[in-house]
């Protein structure tokens, strides 16, 4: 009779195990390392590593790294890491077209984000961020020709109102669904003073993946321009991951702008991140 309880008690806790780790797996499937946040640690070599050391099986990266398709593909294979996207300046596609998506097949990405508008370069009107739409909505329709989606990837200054509407939002409203997509940056979002909630309540299907960090109060990591690593600042994360989950976020990319210790921050966003999408309803 003790034999069997035991070797019940064992298979019961076998399966809770397994049950665990399956669920970590998974949650892993969700989350990636934008490698823009260790871009001061070392040559490309050592940042691919941290990453894989980190815990990380997914990575968004930055154009080439100064690196070719194949030492690339090489640094990703040698870290068993898949790339999510890539971050490509939209005057880069425009110009470079060709060469850009060939390097990004070659790397086993189709998902190519525009991260930035300089500031000379920013729309100042209802009539310019329509006009900037339609590039993103022709370059997105180019780019589904060929394999690969087009996402958008927010700061603070498209959360500026025009006639009542934020920029993002005429981003959104006058591009297909087909043809872009979003990278939210809740950090950002919240910044501009806009609740990354509603966006994600108001365009389910649209938001691609979410950068996911924090921010800090002034006076609190001020040296790092205030950002703090998820679930460690100010943002609330109870309501934003399962806002996010009920949207179709497909990716939670963890970022830190300007970190004093990457390996801290990344790790600790990691941890943090895991266990809020582990402890999420399914």
């Given at each position: 009779?003790?034999?069997?309880?035991?070797?019940?008690?064992?298979?019961?806790?076998?399966?809770?195990?397994?049950?665990?780790?399956?669920?970590?797996?998974?949650?892993?499937?969700?989350?990636?390392?934008?490698?823009?946040?260790?871009?001061?640690?070392?040559?490309?070599?050592?940042?691919?590593?941290?990453?894989?050391?980190?815990?990380?099986?997914?990575?968004?990266?930055?154009?080439?790294?100064?690196?070719?398709?194949?030492?690339?593909?090489?640094?990703?294979?040698?870290?068993?890491?898949?790339?999510?996207?890539?971050?490509?300046?939209?005057?880069?596609?425009?110009?470079?077209?060709?060469?850009?998506?060939?390097?990004?097949?070659?790397?086993?990405?189709?998902?190519?984000?525009?991260?930035?508008?300089?500031?000379?370069?920013?729309?100042?009107?209802?009539?310019?961020?329509?006009?900037?739409?339609?590039?993103?909505?022709?370059?997105?329709?180019?780019?589904?020709?060929?394999?690969?989606?087009?996402?958008?990837?927010?700061?603070?200054?498209?959360?500026?109102?025009?006639?009542?509407?934020?920029?993002?939002?005429?981003?959104?409203?006058?591009?297909?669904?087909?043809?872009?997509?979003?990278?939210?940056?809740a950090a950002w979002v919240s910044r501009g003073g806009q609740d990354p909630v509603r966006f994600l309540r108001a365009y389910p299907g649209r938001i691609y993946a979410i950068h996911a960090k924090d921010n800090a109060s002034i006076g609190i990591r001020d040296d790092e321009m205030n950002f703090a690593p998820l679930g460690e600042g100010l943002l609330d994360w109870s309501a934003i991951l399962p806002a996010a989950k009920a949207s179709g976020v497909k990716w939670f990319i963890i970022e830190h702008d300007k970190p004093k210790?990457?390996?801290?921050?990344?790790?600790?966003?990691?941890?943090?991140?895991?266990?809020?999408?582990?402890?999420?309803?399914?």
């Amino acid at each position: 009779m003790l034999a069997r309880l035991l070797i019940s008690s064992c298979l019961v806790a076998s399966a809770a195990l397994c049950s665990f780790s399956a669920a970590a797996a998974e949650v892993d499937n969700e989350i990636a390392l934008q490698m823009y946040t260790l871009r001061n640690v070392g040559p490309a070599e050592k940042q691919f590593a941290m990453a894989h050391e980190a815990g990380f099986k997914h990575v968004e990266i930055v154009g080439t790294h100064d690196l070719s398709a194949k030492q690339l593909s090489a640094l990703l294979e040698e870290n068993h890491l898949t790339v999510t996207s890539s971050h490509v300046q939209l005057a880069a596609l425009e110009n470079d077209y060709a060469q850009t998506v060939a390097f990004n097949k070659s790397v086993g990405n189709r998902t190519i984000i525009v991260p930035w508008i300089e500031p000379e370069d920013r729309p100042d009107s209802t009539q310019g961020w329509i006009d900037y739409a339609q590039r993103l909505d022709a370059m997105g329709a180019r780019l589904r020709h060929d394999g690969i989606q087009l996402g958008y990837h927010n700061h603070n200054f498209e959360m500026k109102k025009y006639a009542g509407i934020t920029a993002l939002e005429i981003i959104l409203n006058h591009t297909s669904r087909d043809n872009l997509k979003l990278e939210m940056d809740a950090a950002w979002v919240s910044r501009g003073g806009q609740d990354p909630v509603r966006f994600l309540r108001a365009y389910p299907g649209r938001i691609y993946a979410i950068h996911a960090k924090d921010n800090a109060s002034i006076g609190i990591r001020d040296d790092e321009m205030n950002f703090a690593p998820l679930g460690e600042g100010l943002l609330d994360w109870s309501a934003i991951l399962p806002a996010a989950k009920a949207s179709g976020v497909k990716w939670f990319i963890i970022e830190h702008d300007k970190p004093k210790d990457a390996w801290s921050i990344i790790t600790t966003s990691l941890r943090n991140l895991r266990i809020a999408l582990q402890t999420l309803p399914h």
